[in-house]
Antibody, heavy 114, light 107 residues
Framework: QVQLMQSGAEVKKPGASVKVSCKAS????????VNWVRQAPGQGLEWMGM???????DYAQNFQGRVTMTTDTSTSTVYMELSTLRSEDTAMYYC????????WGQGTLVIVSS | DIQMTQSPSSLSASVGDRVTITCRAS??????LGWYQQKPGKAPKRLIY???SLQSGVPSRFSGSGSGTEFTLTISSLQPEDFATYFC?????????FGQGTKVEIK
């Protein structure tokens, strides 16, 4: 079955970077791209961007210049790195498969606090 | 960007009630819309895709309708396990955008 397994929770200081991983299984990795979505506490969902298996990316304007999404086809893993963290980046970060976000990872909590 | 306006933001209902949630798109999106259920501390789970297609394994009490700019999720007979937050997603264009969510609570 399709599974997206994300890395564990992170606590970071303002100004630092965080890198979250999403390991795919149960499907042909090279056939689907992966989106990243975040949800701040008590808030709605925000699409951050997507990365194709080839490495081609499309980032939401709000995150341009601060986010980098990469893939490692040898391990079927996708990474999302967010830099220059601020307290407002405290959120649950999800990876989700393909253009219509059919399967989601379990989420990775990122806390930004001094 | 396409704006998705979801209503209501919350509702109270009883087991057995029929529940309807609406999403309106700021421009036509054909039927490129999904509905999701999210329970506290859990990842979203897709219920409906292509506006009205039921995801495999999802109970038939869930149904979707609409096309273009107006979409509806209906729960025909609310069950205890259905108390959750529901939201819509448009995947017609980038950036993908979501409705603000509807929290379904027990009356």
């Amino acid at each position: 079955q399709v599974q997206l397994m994300q890395s564990g929770a992170e606590v970071k200081k303002p100004g630092a970077s965080v890198k979250v991983s999403c390991k795919a299984s149960g499907y042909t990795f090279s056939n689907y791209y992966v989106n990243w979505v975040r949800q701040a506490p008590g808030q709605g969902l925000e699409w951050m961007g997507m990365v194709k298996p080839t490495g081609l990316t499309d980032y939401a304007q709000n995150f341009q210049g601060r986010v980098t999404m990469t893939t490692d086809t040898s391990t079927s893993t996708v990474y999302m790195e967010l830099s220059t963290l601020r307290s407002e980046d405290t959120a649950m970060y999800y990876c989700a498969r393909d253009g219509w976000l059919d399967y989601w990872g379990q989420g990775t909590l990122v806390i930004v606090s001094s | 960007d396409i704006q998705m306006t979801q209503s209501p933001s919350s509702l109270s209902a009883s087991v057995g009630d029929r529940v309807t949630i609406t999403c309106r798109a700021s421009q036509g999106i054909r039927n490129d819309l999904g509905w999701y259920q999210q329970k506290p501390g859990k990842a979203p789970k897709r219920l409906i895709y292509a506006a009205f297609s039921l995801q495999s394994g999802v109970p038939s009490r869930f149904s979707g309708s609409g096309s273009g700019t107006e979409f509806t999720l209906t729960i025909s007979s609310l069950q205890p396990e259905d108390f959750a937050t529901y939201f819509c997603l448009q995947y017609n264009s980038y950036p993908r955008t979501f409705g603000q969510g509807t929290k379904v609570e027990i009356k």
